[in-house]
């Protein structure tokens, strides 16, 4: 992409509003722009991102075992009325009258939704387990939106559902989730620890929250040291095979919130413990028959009796986690993007618009790079070149190549390493070669 | 994919409530479910089709030099009011007071946010043209929804927005779409007019609708029978050039729909005139300086002084073309996809599951198909031949490889084309390397 092709509307002053960081550098890198308290449009660079991450997430979620759908954003309130949550929910759940004057809100959540799709179609024990997701916007009216879209109003969530014969059962597909949720955060470059949790409104006995590490963020964790040296889970994990124990070694390494954390009965020694900060990223339940019962959903089973069906529900906030990324990846000049999410793997920076050797260069890196389908932005504007190349580490693309006249006279460039800093002088044929390795 | 981990709840029955064939066929073959009225689920067959036409329109619109971002489903009416649409748009607006007891409502369309967007970022004419588009759901409120997707009250629309200096850099914005959606609806198997268009509600100038032609569809169009035999706009076409001749070409060739069409005035000879239906599936509109005025979005001119924007805007109904493009492929067995759109390439029927040689056979093939990159879906249940076939049949996969006990015996396998009904026999190897081809 030609950055005079593209709209990047970035800001040199930090705005007030904004009280964290990502939201401050979300703002200022043109990633989004407020539409209404709590409520976010999401301008080019900042929806490319969001895409990637729920890229990932999706195909986590397909490689588990998960079919894709959508359920709409607009509910009848009778399947809210029906489980009972109508009324429980409060002044979060967006209420909303049609025409005809009936009761329908915009979905926090969707268990009710995805138990009436369920109970629709599927009626025996045969045809489990049921493992279906979406990707979908939900709208939960916060009494005081703030911190940009990391607390926001409207937003983006992936939930998944399942639905089993029993515990058992229910349980392996709880530690799919819980596998793919590690997978998941790990692509994303994140180090993303579970930790024990209460169910909250949803309710449930087997529950975790996913907590990505960051030292802005807004929880206090204690975790063992180990964690931060744990193993990523492969790419070629057996999802049929026993995940048990993965779950359990997980499980095993100490992990709290200060909520749950007490120094006095910490069961790892100091020497042992790190403590640091971190930002709730996904939350995996299981519930059992919370839902099938008040919505009655029932199978045949084996022996020609009839059960509710085990369920369980599985969300991670897409939107947030660009957000939480920022958060746990950033300096002083801006964002830091891990590759995997970020929205150009290179920036070309042309110091030197109008100059024909310049011009010439530039170009022809911009072409070799998208012809190798490596993602590269060329900053082609006529700006000045000290605001250019802090507009480039504003926006955090992973890499830099800067050609100025001075260089390209001898035929060199500089690449510079977003995260480390380091700037290395080389041709710009070794600079194509080393990025597209 | 294999049948037995795919959620696919095809119906024998026909739904009484599906006054059309693009819902009853959507409804047949598990492709959505009525969530409320207008408003559906889509499952995961139905969503895999929505997501590819999803992004041919977005490949399309990029190619065409349009940024992607996201504006919010829900929007402040403060825009409206601002605009002078709020009370103008009826009961067909859903509208929404939140906790705080602020007018809100969930967006039919996106001119005003768009342009607060546009207005808070350019303010000169050297960042012109803006050129900007999202896909996102929408809700109108519709008295009496019916016809499944077709007329839903939340549906997913792609509406892009130009923002120009004067009339001639609005009308090249505007020829771009015109090219633009030629190519998408074309790259989808569909054969789609464009016809001179009054500019509704929306208001404007220049306006043109595409209609796509199907003996069931909606209206009645009446064109030159040149259009039958118009070709592509290839994709390499250069959208920076004059697109004024392909804009002319197509606008001088004759189309009207019922309600424009007049035998006595029509300008073409009978034997010219072909008489058809069709289903509106995108629109696209000049409108000036409409909304730029009403929300104060000027811009800097050459000369030092200021001029109100002159913007256009362009849609496609997403959802929409789901159902319109069943009605435009189907017959009495089912759906017929286009193969740009289908769910899946091929599908692959065991017509004995538990026969070894089958089951080695169809699992043989199906890795194969798999490992080459083309999507196959491997109906692995134990449900009896016919329904199968009646099932794959309604499905529409495009291809059909057939996979029984007499034939394997051979090492012969069925290859069917879904839309010519052609069979042919041939080796697993055949079949392979003729639909990887």
Redesign the interface.
């Given at each position: 992409m030609r950055l005079t092709?593209?709209?990047l509307?970035t800001l040199k002053d930090t705005p007030r509003e904004a009280e964290i960081v990502s939201h401050r550098l979300m703002l200022r890198a043109?990633m989004i722009?407020q539409?209404?308290a709590g409520?976010?449009?999401?301008?080019?660079l900042g929806?490319?991102v969001?895409k990637k991450i729920e890229q990932i997430v999706r195909e986590e979620q397909n490689r588990a075992?998960w079919?894709?759908?959508?359920?709409?954003?607009?509910?009848?309130a009778?399947f809210w009325k029906e489980s009972g949550r109508y009324d429980d929910y409060g002044?979060?759940m967006?209420r909303?009258k049609?025409?005809h004057d009936?009761d329908?809100l915009?979905g926090p959540t969707n268990e009710e939704?995805i138990t009436?799709?369920f109970r629709?179609?599927?009626r025996s024990y045969k045809e489990l387990p049921?493992r279906?997701y979406h990707i979908q916007?939900k709208?939960r009216?916060e009494?005081r939106p703030r911190f940009g879209v990391m607390r926001g109003?409207?937003f983006l969530m992936k939930d998944a559902y399942s639905f089993d014969i029993d515990f058992e059962s229910a349980r392996k597909s709880y530690n799919r989730q819980f596998v793919a949720y590690l997978r998941t955060f790990d692509r994303m470059g994140l180090k993303a620890i579970p930790m024990a949790a209460d169910s909250g409104p949803i309710g449930g006995d087997l529950s975790h929250e996913f907590i990505i590490l960051a030292d802005t963020g807004e929880s206090e964790v204690f975790c063992h040291k180990d964690w931060m040296t744990t193993d990523a889970v492969p790419e070629t994990i057996d999802y049929e095979g026993d995940l048990q124990p993965i779950v359990d070694a997980c499980t095993a390494r100490y992990a709290a919130t200060d909520e749950k954390h007490d120094p006095a009965t910490c069961p790892i020694a100091a020497e042992d413990l790190v403590h640091t900060r971190g930002i709730e990223v996904g939350h995996i339940f299981y519930f059992g028959t919370k839902y099938s019962k008040s919505l009655g959903a029932k199978i045949a089973l084996p022996d020609g009796t009839e059960d509710f069906v085990q369920m369980g529900s599985y969300g991670v906030g897409v939107s947030r986690l660009v957000a939480g990324i920022i958060e746990a990846s950033n300096d002083d000049n801006g964002i830091i993007w891990p590759e995997a999410v970020a929205p150009f793997k290179v920036g070309i920076v042309n110091l030197k618009v109008g100059d024909a050797a310049c011009d010439a260069a530039a170009d022809a890196l911009y072409d070799s790079f998208t012809n190798a389908g490596v993602e590269v932005l060329l900053d082609d504007t006529d700006t000045r070149a000290g605001a250019k190349l802090a507009n480039m580490d504003l926006i955090g693309l992973p890499w830099q190549v800067v050609v100025g006249p001075r260089g390209i006279a001898t035929n060199v460039v500089e690449v510079k390493n977003r995260k480390t800093g380091e700037k290395h002088e080389m041709s710009p044929e070794q600079a194509l070669s080393k990025l597209t390795a």
């Amino acid at each position: 992409m030609r950055l005079t092709r593209y709209f990047l509307p970035t800001l040199k002053d930090t705005p007030r509003e904004a009280e964290i960081v990502s939201h401050r550098l979300m703002l200022r890198a043109g990633m989004i722009q407020q539409a209404s308290a709590g409520i976010y449009s999401w301008l080019p660079l900042g929806f490319t991102v969001m895409k990637k991450i729920e890229q990932i997430v999706r195909e986590e979620q397909n490689r588990a075992g998960w079919n894709e759908v959508l359920m709409p954003t607009i509910q009848s309130a009778d399947f809210w009325k029906e489980s009972g949550r109508y009324d429980d929910y409060g002044k979060e759940m967006l209420r909303i009258k049609d025409r005809h004057d009936r009761d329908m809100l915009y979905g926090p959540t969707n268990e009710e939704l995805i138990t009436d799709i369920f109970r629709t179609h599927v009626r025996s024990y045969k045809e489990l387990p049921g493992r279906l997701y979406h990707i979908q916007w939900k709208f939960r009216d916060e009494v005081r939106p703030r911190f940009g879209v990391m607390r926001g109003r409207e937003f983006l969530m992936k939930d998944a559902y399942s639905f089993d014969i029993d515990f058992e059962s229910a349980r392996k597909s709880y530690n799919r989730q819980f596998v793919a949720y590690l997978r998941t955060f790990d692509r994303m470059g994140l180090k993303a620890i579970p930790m024990a949790a209460d169910s909250g409104p949803i309710g449930g006995d087997l529950s975790h929250e996913f907590i990505i590490l960051a030292d802005t963020g807004e929880s206090e964790v204690f975790c063992h040291k180990d964690w931060m040296t744990t193993d990523a889970v492969p790419e070629t994990i057996d999802y049929e095979g026993d995940l048990q124990p993965i779950v359990d070694a997980c499980t095993a390494r100490y992990a709290a919130t200060d909520e749950k954390h007490d120094p006095a009965t910490c069961p790892i020694a100091a020497e042992d413990l790190v403590h640091t900060r971190g930002i709730e990223v996904g939350h995996i339940f299981y519930f059992g028959t919370k839902y099938s019962k008040s919505l009655g959903a029932k199978i045949a089973l084996p022996d020609g009796t009839e059960d509710f069906v085990q369920m369980g529900s599985y969300g991670v906030g897409v939107s947030r986690l660009v957000a939480g990324i920022i958060e746990a990846s950033n300096d002083d000049n801006g964002i830091i993007w891990p590759e995997a999410v970020a929205p150009f793997k290179v920036g070309i920076v042309n110091l030197k618009v109008g100059d024909a050797a310049c011009d010439a260069a530039a170009d022809a890196l911009y072409d070799s790079f998208t012809n190798a389908g490596v993602e590269v932005l060329l900053d082609d504007t006529d700006t000045r070149a000290g605001a250019k190349l802090a507009n480039m580490d504003l926006i955090g693309l992973p890499w830099q190549v800067v050609v100025g006249p001075r260089g390209i006279a001898t035929n060199v460039v500089e690449v510079k390493n977003r995260k480390t800093g380091e700037k290395h002088e080389m041709s710009p044929e070794q600079a194509l070669s080393k990025l597209t390795a």
